[in-house]
């Protein structure tokens, strides 16, 4: 009989109980495809790969036994991705986590395991996939509407031009109590209505270059603020604006920049008719810089010295958050599509232009979203000028 002593699973090494080994290996053996941890059925971090060291800017000291929730929190006001993975079998879904270095979006995907249940977790960095893809759709969506914006410039402009002056002679020749004058002002509604998408489409299809003078984003922003006075009240929404101190001014279109801010805040004011909290906060952060492609600019340094630059560079960030109901997982990927609008009567070109708007400023913008629990866009701005011819190679051809 074999007397040796057996170990029971549950009185492993400091008391917690003993992992799925097999689960363990097989997650590890991913390689540094991807980051990789695993959380013990209290929450807590048990082991990761260096991809996730990597990726959440962590040394492994740092991560040992810390809280999984306090390593993986994404830029969402009170989501908790482990959390709810905690409370199915199998998870995926994408994030964009704040870390130490900066915001990273990433597939998140969770499977639990054993019983007590472990959590193996699995982290995608997303952000050069996601930057090329964008890229590629984008100069997609550019060269089919340029194309089309001259025709209809003229096919649609010169009549709904000749419509408007007509409806106006109208207009001027019934009596104000006249019924008649009600279905000219629809007329002329529709008018104005049309005249906007068209503008926008070629807005969106020929972007003109921004005009970069030193400005501070906070300017921007209460500008905005100004301009929607009237729609905050009406909507009971409480505004906050949180701007950290001692930043330098960036190097941008106010013009265009308030543009952007504006489309953003009347999509946070609408996503909240019945009231809510709009929160702007302002910090400088560091991000990983375009690789290539139209964010970089012709004059932009690759080397200094003879070295490589760092790929992390610095930004200014504008956070809007809002309390509102939250984009549905099926429509988050969609929101930059142009003429795609989840609003009645909306062009569904206003987040597509300010995506373009972001890119010609060297910047880029991003959404992370929760139904229920409300939207977080995030605006990037660099804090060096780039002006200049953007860049262009082989591999963007």
């Known amino acids: 009989m074999d007397r040796r002593k057996v170990v029971p699973a549950r009185t492993a090494r400091r008391g917690r109980p003993a992992p799925p080994h097999k689960a363990i290996s097989e997650a590890l053996l991913e390689g540094d495809s991807c980051g990789v941890m695993l959380l013990d059925p209290s929450g807590r971090v048990a082991r990761l790969n260096r991809e996730a060291l990597r990726l959440l800017s962590l040394t492994p000291a740092s991560a040992r036994g810390a809280r999984g929730s306090d390593l993986l929190r994404t830029v969402v006001a009170g989501d908790d991705p482990l959390a709810e993975a905690f409370r199915v079998a199998a998870m995926e879904r994408e994030a964009v986590l704040g870390t130490r270095a900066g915001e990273v979006p990433v597939l998140l995907r969770a499977r639990r395991v054993g019983r007590p249940g472990w959590l193996v977790v699995t982290l995608r960095d997303l952000s050069q996939a996601r930057r090329m893809h964008q890229e590629l759709r984008r100069n997609e969506r550019l060269a089919t509407l340029g194309q089309l914006s001259a025709g209809i410039a003229h096919e649609i402009r010169n009549p709904l031009a000749g419509i408007g002056t007509s409806a106006q002679v109208l207009l001027r020749r019934f009596e104000p109590r006249d019924d008649r004058t009600r279905f000219v002002r629809v007329i002329l509604d529709e008018v104005e209505r049309l005249d906007r998408i068209v503008t926008s489409l070629l807005q969106y299809a020929r972007p003109r270059e921004p005009e970069l003078?030193?400005?501070?984003?906070?300017?921007?922003?209460?500008?905005?603020?100004?301009?929607?006075?009237?729609?905050?009240?009406k909507?009971?929404?409480?505004?906050?604006?949180?701007?950290?101190?001692?930043l330098d001014p960036v190097y941008i279109d106010s013009d265009l920049v308030t543009q952007v801010l504006l489309n953003v805040t009347l999509n946070?004011?609408?996503?909240?008719?019945?009231?809510?909290?709009?929160?702007?906060?302002?910090?400088?952060?560091?991000?990983?810089?375009?690789?290539?492609?139209?964010?970089?600019?012709?004059?932009?340094?690759?080397?200094?010295?003879?070295?490589?630059?760092?790929?992390?560079?610095?930004y200014q960030q504008v956070s809007v958050l809002d309390t509102g109901a939250g984009i549905p997982r099926g429509v988050l990927g969609k929101l930059f599509d142009p003429f795609f609008s989840t609003k009645p009567g909306g062009t569904g070109l206003g987040l597509s232009i300010s995506q373009t708007i972001m890119q010609e400023h060297g910047g880029s913008i991003a959404i992370a979203s929760r139904e229920r629990h409300g939207t977080t866009v995030l605006l990037n701005f660099p804090v060096e000028k780039r002006h200049g011819e953007r860049r262009r190679t082989d591999a963007d051809a």
């Open 213 to 233: 003078r030193s400005g501070t984003l906070r300017g921007c922003i209460e500008r905005v603020i100004q301009l929607v006075a009237e729609a905050i009240e």
């Open 235 to 246: 909507a009971q929404v409480e505004v906050e604006i949180d701007v950290a101190p001692r």
């Open 268 to 314: 946070a004011i609408q996503a909240m008719p019945g009231g809510g909290k709009l929160r702007y906060q302002v910090r400088q952060v560091r991000r990983r810089g375009p690789p290539r492609g139209t964010g970089r600019r012709a004059s932009d340094p690759a080397r200094v010295r003879g070295r490589m630059l760092s790929p992390w560079l610095r």
